[in-house]
């Protein structure tokens, strides 16, 4: 695209980049647009401008309602990736908020995924060792079909036998059936604050990277404030 027009500025959305490293994405990919203004969203690069969600402010929500309003005391997690900035902090905090309310975070009630669709698998093996799991924990809301169809196959409903949340507010989320609770932007979404970063990068302004707080949007498989 740069051979075809010149950029004012780029706002990169390609979280698989995340793990080469900085110096080998300036060489690699940015050479002829080194001075050009650049934001990074939804996964952070050292030294650039970067949009991200702040992961902590939602999933406290979550637990706190969970475990002081709902009174549930057994909680399961599908994460994600161990090369995953943004899964490992969802883990750490989760496990954070759950010893906060005088809960143990069980590796037993633990397990990775690919964070894609196709967790089937995954979700299985949580629900075979933790068969009285009351809530369970997706690290975004595409690992949440793999969970529903393995719920489906016990005759398990999300929100009635299992609460069930996700991460990131797709409009995934709204489409499933029962529609999934899940923890997105409080305020501003990613993209409208890359855009504002960026404006403000073009016009020679300083720019620092911003944190965006999250909340949790309660639906039927976690009735929270129904969204």
Known sequence: ????????????????MAKIKR??????????????????????????????????PGIKEAVDYLVNVCGLTKFGMLGGREDNLDSNRRKEIYKRCLE?????????????????????????RLLNR?????????????VANGLYEAMKKRRLVPGKDIRVFGFDNTRKAGDMIPSLATIGAEN????????????????GEKVESTYIPTRLYGRESCDYEMY
């Open 1 to 16: 695209l740069e051979e075809i027009c010149k950029f004012d500025g780029l706002i990169i959305a390609l979280g698989s």
């Open 23 to 56: 110096q080998i994405i300036n060489r690699r990919f940015f050479k002829s647009l080194i001075n050009t203004p650049k934001v990074f969203v939804a996964f952070e690069l050292e030294g650039m401008v970067n949009v991200v969600y702040d992961n902590e």
């Open 100 to 124: 906060n309310n005088r809960l143990t975070f069980d590796e037993n009630c633990y397990e990775d995924t690919d964070m894609s669709i196709n967790t089937l698998a995954e979700a299985e």
């Open 130 to 142: 933790n068969p009285d799991l009351e809530a369970i924990f997706c690290v975004n809301d595409a």
């Open 188 to 203: 501003v979404t990613l993209g409208q604050r890359a855009l504002e970063s960026i404006l403000q990068m073009i016009n």
